[in-house]
């Protein structure tokens, strides 16, 4: 009887599919083990992609602190500012994906993935979302010296002044950036773009003078409102917001169908094994429902949107599309 005999070339292939299935399995197992008693090796770092005193920053802190409590293990914010958020996330990207590393994301992120051609990373790709934090509308804030206190008298003064008028963003390709831009061809107005690395140092040359005004995110806007420093003209929200509820909408107003909000959510580098990912889903939720941070939240006029873990993840690349087709609408593009 003849029997077949395996060639030569085909027990190669087959030996170098098992070394390549071994190595594999090699580079795996360190992190599997890792993720069996996570988080006990060292201090959980939550990347903050903007200088201290701006929203994001605002928001991490105190959930860094219950973060700390529920999982017994230090979770220490670091800023990363620059690039409108996209420095902390490149940072995030490229850090070993051992649950260690998280960022605290925003819809900066997805504007970036699309209207910034010089990144090195890819979001969509290369960042995982964990847990959704929260929703809130923008603010449009001027310096308390301007003359306009509704935003009638906003647009009238942006049509007077046109490209004379200047505006504040945390950054090229935030949403400062992309909604301003928007908002000025919906209401047919101008004005220049002042770009910072952060809201915090916006926030400071809008007290100072320096700029006229800015769409800012709830947080911020909302404690310098409160102290005076600067006077709000409407929230960017389709609907109006508890946390202000005298300020109409710019889409009732001045630009009919005009509806943009923040989001903030916590996100890790691609690769993060699952058990980590859903452990740090829980504790963020468990963290969110705790009364006093409820409370933190709604002082700051943030509203929780509560996702499941796939439901974050569908909701961060849908933000993607969505930011990108405004781009384009708008031509805007950071080379």
């Excluded at 030569?8 to 069996?36: K, V």
Aim: aromatic fraction near 6%.
């Amino acid at each position: 009887m003849n029997q077949v005999r395996p060639n030569a070339g085909r027990r190669r292939l087959a030996a170098a599919s098992l070394l390549a299935c071994t190595s594999l399995l090699a580079a795996l197992a360190p992190l599997a083990a890792q993720a069996s008693d996570w988080p006990a090796k060292q201090p959980i770092r939550l990347v903050v992609p903007a200088p201290p005193g701006g929203s994001l920053d605002i928001l991490s802190r105190p959930l860094a602190t219950k973060l700390s409590g529920i999982l017994g293990q230090t979770v220490i914010v670091e800023n990363r500012g620059g690039a409108g958020g996209m420095v902390g996330a490149d940072f995030v990207a490229k850090a070993t994906p051992d649950g260690y590393t998280f960022l605290m994301g925003a819809v900066h992120h997805a504007i970036g993935a699309t209207v910034n051609h010089n990144l090195v990373f890819d979001p969509a790709k290369d960042l995982v979302g964990v847990a959704s934090i929260g929703t809130t509308p923008n603010v449009v804030i001027v310096n308390n010296a301007l003359p306009v206190r509704t935003p009638a008298e906003l647009v009238a003064w942006m049509k007077q002044k046109g490209d004379r008028a200047n505006y504040a963003t945390g950054g090229p390709g935030t949403l400062q950036h992309l909604s301003m831009e928007w908002f000025k061809s919906a209401a047919g107005v101008g004005a220049m773009a002042v770009h910072y690395r952060g809201s915090a140092p916006a926030m400071s040359d809008l007290l100072g003078g320096q700029v006229d005004l800015m769409f800012e995110t709830m947080p911020l806007a909302l404690a310098q409102t409160r102290a005076n420093s600067v006077r709000a003209i409407a929230v960017t929200s389709a609907r109006r917001t508890a946390a202000l509820p005298d300020l109409p909408t710019l889409g009732e107003t001045v630009a009919p169908g005009f509806a943009v909000s923040s989001w903030y959510g916590v996100m890790a580098p691609q690769g993060t094994p699952q058990p980590v990912l859903d452990r740090m889903h829980d504790a963020i939720a468990q963290a969110l429902a705790l009364q006093d941070m409820e409370q933190t939240w709604q002082a700051a006029g943030v509203e929780q949107q509560p996702m499941s873990r796939p439901q974050f993840q569908a909701f961060w690349l849908g933000e993607i599309q969505r930011w990108g087709k405004v781009a384009t609408e708008h031509g805007i593009r950071i080379e």
